[in-house]
């Protein structure tokens, strides 16, 4: 009876330990693969070819592209989803499908990326030469601007990232270009990301001034007496009361009044522009008419003291 107990016993302990064994065995599918690397790692997409060894197994080293459901095919496995892994994620994935399929005991698998579908950066927007650009590994947001010969002069201080591996998130951050350390210049980008430099916003000068202009606004602050200078000015013959804001808005376009004679005598408030602004200034016709009439006299007198 003693005997017996202690079959009994000894075949409840195996049962318990394989079952362990067996909730301890990974289990890799096409949904069951997790990805548990650092977010600056490359991720496998879609048309990357790789190449697939086994550790002390020569004969298993093969050449496999993930396919349009990143996936990859090898032999025993069958379809394994490595896409939107790491390639330590991917080798854990394969590993456990192989040692799920016995075909090896726990077998040590190494994924080597030989070729990204998507090998460049792609830098867009307002810099000097848009296109894409292989930068093989992980590189900061400024690499990928300077590989594009940096910005332009119209470049806003806005830049959008979107990850290959994230595309319905893009990221929105300011551009800075004061130094390496602003947290935007260190800003991870890997191929397939694509970085978007925006175009700054633009205020417009017309009328009675020296240079009727577009202004590129280099930050977001500009009034409206700092875009006259950027014009050179008004006139003698510029009717500063009558200047006029035009803007464009949801309800259309405004015309506000700008009193530019009391801006210039500091008694009024100078006013923010906004992008896509217009400050018009009128000429006067009374001074128009007298300034002509000056020139006429000084032509004149010129011209006689010449003649005599």
Same mark, same amino acid.
């Given at each position: 009876m003693r005997t017996m107990l202690l079959k009994v016993n000894l075949v409840v302990v195996l049962g318990l330990t394989i079952a362990a064994a067996q909730e301890s065995t990974p289990q890799s599918g096409p949904s069951s693969a997790v990805d548990t690397s650092h977010s600056t790692d490359l991720l496998i997409g879609s048309g990357d070819l790789l190449e697939v060894s086994v550790l002390g197994a020569p004969e298993y080293k093969y050449e496999v592209r993930t396919n349009s459901k990143g996936e990859v095919v090898l032999p025993f496995t069958g379809a394994v989803r490595v896409a939107g892994l790491s390639v330590e994620g991917a080798e854990k994935a394969i590993a456990g499908r192989l040692q799920q399929v016995n075909a090896f005991n726990d077998p040590e698998v190494t994924v080597?990326?030989?070729?990204?579908?998507?090998?460049?950066?792609?830098?867009?927007?307002?810099?000097? %030469?848009?296109?894409?650009?292989?930068?093989?590994?992980?590189?900061?947001?400024?690499?990928?601007?300077?590989?594009?010969?940096?910005?332009?002069?119209?470049?806003?201080?806005?830049?959008?990232?979107?990850?290959r591996a994230q595309p319905d998130k893009p990221i929105v951050a300011p551009l800075s270009y004061g130094g390496e350390n602003h947290p935007a210049a260190d800003a991870s980008v890997l191929p397939g990301d694509a970085v978007v430099v925006s175009k700054a916003g633009m205020v417009y000068v017309?009328?009675?001034?020296?240079?009727?202009?577009?202004?590129?606004?280099?930050?977001?602050?500009?009034?409206?007496?700092?875009?006259?200078?950027?014009?050179?000015?008004?006139?003698?013959?510029? %009717?500063?009361?009558?200047? %006029?804001?035009?803007? %464009?808005?949801?309800?259309?376009?405004?015309?506000?009044?700008?009193?530019?004679?009391?801006?210039?005598?500091?008694?009024?408030?100078?006013?923010?522009?906004?992008?896509?602004?217009?400050?018009?200034?009128?000429?006067?016709?009374?001074?128009g008419a007298t300034r002509r009439s000056l020139e006429a006299m000084v032509q004149a007198a010129t011209g006689y003291v010449i003649y005599h």
């Open positions: 080597f990326e030989k070729d990204y579908a998507t090998q460049g950066i792609s830098v867009l927007g307002e810099v000097q %030469k848009p296109g894409i650009y292989p930068l093989l590994g992980p590189h900061t947001l400024m690499d990928a601007i300077s590989a594009a010969g940096g910005t332009t002069a119209r470049a806003g201080n806005v830049v959008t990232i979107t990850h017309v009328g009675d001034v020296h240079e009727p202009a577009g202004i590129i606004m280099e930050n977001s602050h500009i009034t409206v007496l700092q875009a006259i200078a950027m014009a050179h000015g008004t006139n003698p013959t510029a %009717k500063l009361s009558a200047a %006029k804001l035009i803007r %464009k808005s949801g309800k259309g376009t405004q015309e506000i009044a700008i009193p530019l004679n009391k801006i210039l005598q500091a008694k009024s408030s100078d006013l923010v522009l906004q992008p896509e602004d217009v400050v018009f200034v009128p000429g006067s016709a009374i001074k």
